[in-house]
């Protein structure tokens, strides 16, 4: 798995681009992507963020074989080797990007 290429993340998520959540058919909406994290909203969250340091971080330990891409275990081990920042939207980019 190549690492976490903030360009690629950048064109991946322009402006507006609806992303699918984990579970069932809902959406949470990328509003944009910064130099320090990427910007959503979903529910009732209007302006959520998940850091670039949390998604490298997640990154680097799914290529070390520490995080596994088992969806059953995933959003638990994210939040508890990486971070509690929104760990299911976390996942669910990465997911998104490729990474499992």
Known sequence: MPSLN???VRQRYPDG????HMTGKRMFE???VADDAVHFKWAVVEDG????ANLERAV????????LADPASLTSD???L???ERPT???ALLKDLGFW
């Open 17 to 20: 681009t609806m992303v699918p």
């Open 6 to 8: 903030w360009e690629q």
């Open 78 to 80: 994210y939040r508890t």
């Open 89 to 91: 939207i976390a996942v």
């Open 60 to 67: 680097e330990l799914l290529e070390e074989g520490v995080l």
């Open 49 to 52: 963020t998940v850091s670039r």
């Open 82 to 84: 990486v971070s509690d």
């Open 30 to 32: 990328v509003l944009r």
